[in-house]
C-alpha cells in the first residue's frame, strides 16, 4: 500500500451514499422510509425525495463535487451520463447549491441519438431517466471533476424502455414473485423477497500503449484485425496463476484502490491463461448492483491502464489463436432472511426447496436454450465460443456428479442419497487431511453448478451483464411460475413435487452433460439429443422474436414485443455497423500500411537478386524470394478489392436482418482471405519493414 494512502478499512465505500452513511445524514424518519421503499414496500413520496436529496447535496459538495447526473445504460451496451451543476443563480448576482427531490428522482436526456430499434424516430427527442433507489449513489472522481453519480433506468417519452437495467428489474421483480409463490406453497413462512445475485469475473488484456497507438485495429475496433502467430503463446502454460509482473501488480493496486472507494468489492486478482491475460472478480452482491459495479470496472480498468502505460483490451478475442476473454457471471437466488435458494445443505436429495429450484433452473435453459445462446451473442463473442477456450454454442448444463447422481434418483421415482465428498489425505505428515467438495468443476461447460451456484461462462467480457441476467431471471421465473401453479392447486403438495420433479428430471436430462464440452464427440451427441447447436451471431440474434421468447418476456412484463423487437434490430445493426468498421479498417492497413511495406521490401529483394547477379554469383534464392513475395502481393490486392465488394454490397442492403447476413455470408470471409495473405507476408518480410508491432511484441513485453 502507498504511503500516502488511507488504509482499504477506512477507504472501502467512502465515495457512496450508502447505508451507513444514510444512517448517520437522514432524519429517522426518512431512514426508515427509505429502507421501505427500497425493499418495494413503500411508495416514493416528493417529500422523502427532498429530504434524501439534500442530504446526498451535502454530501456530495463536501466532497467536493460541483455536479451531479443520472448514470444510465442505453442499449449501446456502454453507460451514459449528462452532468449538471448544483448552482442556481440568485437575484443579487449570487449562487446557491441547490439539488431537488424532483432532480433526483427524474432526469430528462436528449434519447434522439442511442440506439432505439425503431421505438423512437430521430426527430423524436426527450427520454427519461429514473433513479434506481436500489444502487447506490456515488461519488466519481475524473482527474479534477468530481460528480454525484445517480444510477438510473432510461425509458422514452412514450414509456417504452430504451435501455438495459429497466428489464433487469423487471426481471428482478418477476424473479421475486414466482419464486416467494414456490416458497410459500412449500412451507417457507419467513422469506418474503428473493433476490437474485451476481459475482461477474472479468478477463481482460494488457498491453503497453505504444503498441496499442501503431495498430490502427486495436484503436478502431479493439482487437487485432491481422497478425501471424507467434512462435510461442501460451502453449508453455506458464503464464495462469502465475507470478504478477511488477509493473501490472502496481496497476492491480490502483485499480482496486479505485473500485473500493465505489464500493466494488474486488475479491481476486491474477494472470489468465493467455500472455498479457488477466482476472478480476468481486464478492457477490444483488444482480443491478453487480451489474452497476461490473460496468464501473470495466471503465476503471481502462481508465487505470492509460496511467500505467498500459492499454486494457476487453475485446473478447483481442489475439487470432490465442484464447479470448469472457465474463463468468456466478449467479444465485437468496432469500431476504438469507437463504440461499441454489445451497444443496450436507444432504441435498431431501432438500425439497434446493430440488425444486434446482430443477426449475434446469427446465429453464433447456426450454429456453436459444433465448440464453442468444443474450450473449456479439461479434467479439462469434470469435471466443467454441474456440477451445471457452464454452461452445451449444447450451448445457453441468451439475457434477453428485446432483447429477440425484437427478438419476429423481427420474426413476424419488432421491434417497447423496454422494459425499470426503477427503483428500495427500501422504505427507505434515499436509492435514483436506475436505473434499462432492463435485469437481467444468471448465467447458456453458452453464456450471459450481456448489451454491450456476456459473454461466458463454458471457463476453464486454458485454453488460444485464441482457444474460434478465433473460436468465426472467425463464427462471417462468418455469417457477409453472411450478408454482401445479403445486397451489395440489391436495398432496409434497406428492405434486415428487411428480413435477420425476417430470423435469425425464423430460430435461437431455440438457445434462457432465463431461468435456471441447470434443467432436459432444458436437455429434449434443445434435442426437436435439440441443441446439447456433455457430453465428446474426442466427442466433435472429431467434430472439420466436413465438416462444416474445411470450415469456411478455407475460412476466418484463419486456412488451415491441421492446424485444427494438432489442432485436439493435443488435442486428451493431453486429453490421461493427463488421463494416472492422473491413474500413483492415482495408485501410491493408492498402495504405502493408502493401506499400511489401513493395518496399520487393524492391529491396530485386536490388539484392541485381546485386548477386552483378557479382557474378547465382541469385537463384533472391529471385525465388522475389517471385513469392510479389505473387503474395498480387494476391492480397486481389483479396482486397474482392473485400470492397463485398464491404460495398452489404452496406447497400437496408433491411436490418439481411443486411447482417450479407457482413457474415459475404464480408467475413472476404476479410478471411485478406488476412490469411498478409500474416504470411508478415513472416517473409523484414522486420524492420513490416510496419505494424506483432503478437510477440505485444503479449510479451512490458
Not at 437495467?165 to 412449500?186: E, F, G, I, N
Amino acid at each position: 500500500m502507498c504511503k500516502s494512502r488511507k488504509p482499504v478499512t477506512e477507504v472501502f465505500g467512502s465515495n457512496v451514499f450508502n447505508e451507513a452513511v444514510m444512517r448517520e445524514r437522514l432524519p429517522e424518519d426518512t431512514y426508515n422510509a427509505l429502507k421501505k421503499i427500497m425493499s418495494g414496500n413503500l411508495p416514493l413520496e416528493p417529500a422523502i425525495a427532498d429530504v434524501v436529496a439534500n442530504a446526498m447535496k451535502d454530501w456530495a459538495i463536501e466532497k467536493g463535487a460541483t455536479h451531479f447526473c443520472h448514470w444510465f445504460q442505453p442499449m449501446t451496451g456502454l453507460t451514459a451520463e449528462k452532468h449538471d451543476s448544483f448552482i442556481s443563480p440568485t437575484s443579487d448576482g449570487k449562487i446557491m447549491m441547490e439539488f431537488s427531490g424532483k432532480e433526483l428522482c427524474q432526469g430528462e436526456p436528449d434519447a434522439s441519438s442511442f440506439p432505439s430499434g425503431g421505438l423512437r424516430a430521430t426527430f423524436e427527442a426527450r427520454g427519461y431517466t429514473a433513479w434506481d433507489c436500489t444502487s447506490p449513489v456515488f461519488i466519481k472522481e475524473d482527474g479534477d471533476n468530481i460528480t454525484l453519480f445517480i444510477p438510473s433506468a432510461f425509458f422514452s417519452y412514450t414509456g417504452l424502455v430504451l435501455d438495459k437495467k429497466t428489464p433487469l428489474l423487471r426481471s428482478m421483480d418477476a424473479l421475486d414473485k414466482q419464486a416467494v409463490r414456490v416458497l410459500k406453497v412449500l412451507g417457507n413462512k419467513t422469506s418474503n423477497h428473493v433476490i437474485a445475485t451476481l459475482g461477474p469475473e472479468q478477463e481482460y488484456f494488457l498491453i503497453d500503449r505504444v503498441f496499442y497507438e501503431e495498430r490502427l485495429d486495436l484503436m478502431l475496433t479493439g482487437r487485432t484485425l491481422l497478425g501471424a502467430a507467434p512462435p510461442r503463446g501460451q502453449e508453455m502454460d506458464d503464464h495462469y496463476f502465475g507470478t504478477i509482473h511488477e509493473r501490472v501488480a502496481s496497476y492491480m493496486n490502483d485499480v482496486n484502490y479505485e473500485l473500493w472507494k465505489l464500493g466494488v468489492s474486488a475479491k481476486t486478482q491474477h494472470n489468465e491463461v493467455a500472455p498479457a491475460q488477466y482476472e478480476l472478480a468481486p464478492v457477490f452482491a444483488t444482480v443491478n448492483v453487480a451489474t452497476d459495479h461490473n460496468q464501473l470496472t470495466m471503465e476503471t480498468l481502462q481508465k487505470i491502464a492509460v496511467k500505467h502505460g498500459f492499454v486494457c483490451l476487453l475485446n473478447e478475442k483481442p489475439f487470432a489463436g490465442i484464447n479470448g476473454s469472457g465474463k463468468h457471471n456466478n449467479w444465485s437466488m437468496v432469500t431476504d432472511d438469507g437463504i440461499n435458494l441454489l445451497g444443496p445443505g450436507k444432504t441435498p436429495h431431501d432438500n425439497m426447496v434446493f430440488l425444486v429450484i434446482l430443477s426449475a433452473v434446469v427446465k429453464a435453459v433447456d426450454k429456453y436454450a436459444k433465448l440464453l445462446r442468444a443474450s450473449v451473442a456479439n461479434t467479439g463473442n462469434e470469435h471466443r465460443l467454441g474456440a477451445n477456450e471457452a464454452p461452445p454454442a451449444i447450451v448445457s448444463v453441468f451439475l457434477g456428479e453428485q446432483l447429477n447422481d440425484i437427478f438419476e434418483q429423481l427420474a426413476a421415482g424419488g432421491a434417497t442419497s447423496s454422494k459425499q465428498g470426503g477427503e483428500i489425505k495427500l501422504g505427507v505428515s505434515t499436509l492435514p487431511p483436506l475436505p473434499k467438495d462432492c463435485t469437481d468443476r467444468n471448465r467447458t461447460s456453458p452453464f456450471a453448478f459450481t456448489g451454491n451456484r450456476f456459473e454461466f461462462r458463454m458471457v463476453g467480457s464486454t458485454q453488460s451483464t444485464s441482457g444474460p441476467v434478465f433473460v436468465l431471471n426472467t425463464i427462471v421465473a417462468d418455469t417457477l411460475a409453472e411450478i408454482a401453479d401445479e403445486l397451489e392447486g395440489a391436495g398432496d403438495v409434497k406428492t405434486a413435487a415428487q411428480k413435477i420433479l420425476q417430470k423435469i428430471a425425464t423430460e430435461h436430462s437431455k440438457v445434462i452433460f457432465n463431461g468435456d464440452n471441447y470434443t467432436d464427440e459432444w458436437v455429434i451427441e449434443a445434435e442426437k439429443r436435439g440441443l441446439p447447436n447456433i455457430r453465428t451471431t446474426v442466427e442466433s440474434i435472429n431467434t430472439i422474436m420466436d413465438p416462444e421468447n416474445v411470450a415469456v418476456f411478455e407475460r412476466h412484463k418484463v419486456l412488451s414485443k415491441d421492446e424485444l423487437h427494438a432489442r432485436t434490430e439493435v443488435l442486428l445493426e451493431a453486429y453490421s455497423m461493427q463488421i463494416n468498421i472492422e473491413a474500413k479498417t483492415m482495408l485501410d492497413m491493408t492498402k495504405r500500411q502493408i502493401a506499400p511495406a511489401v513493395s518496399a521490401y520487393s524492391e529491396r529483394l530485386a536490388s539484392a537478386a541485381n546485386s548477386v547477379k552483378t557479382a557474378g554469383a547465382d541469385p537463384a534464392s533472391q529471385v525465388a524470394m522475389l517471385k513469392e513475395v510479389c505473387s503474395l502481393l498480387g494476391s492480397l490486392n486481389d483479396s482486397i478489392k474482392k473485400l470492397e465488394a463485398a464491404a460495398e454490397k452489404a452496406s447497400a442492403v437496408k433491411d436490418a436482418a439481411k443486411q447482417a447476413g450479407s457482413f457474415k455470408d459475404d464480408v467475413i470471409p472476404a476479410m478471411a482471405a485478406v488476412r490469411e495473405v498478409a500474416d504470411k507476408l508478415e513472416t517473409i518480410v523484414d522486420a524492420d519493414i513490416w510496419p505494424l508491432p506483432t503478437y510477440a511484441q505485444m503479449l510479451f513485453l512490458k
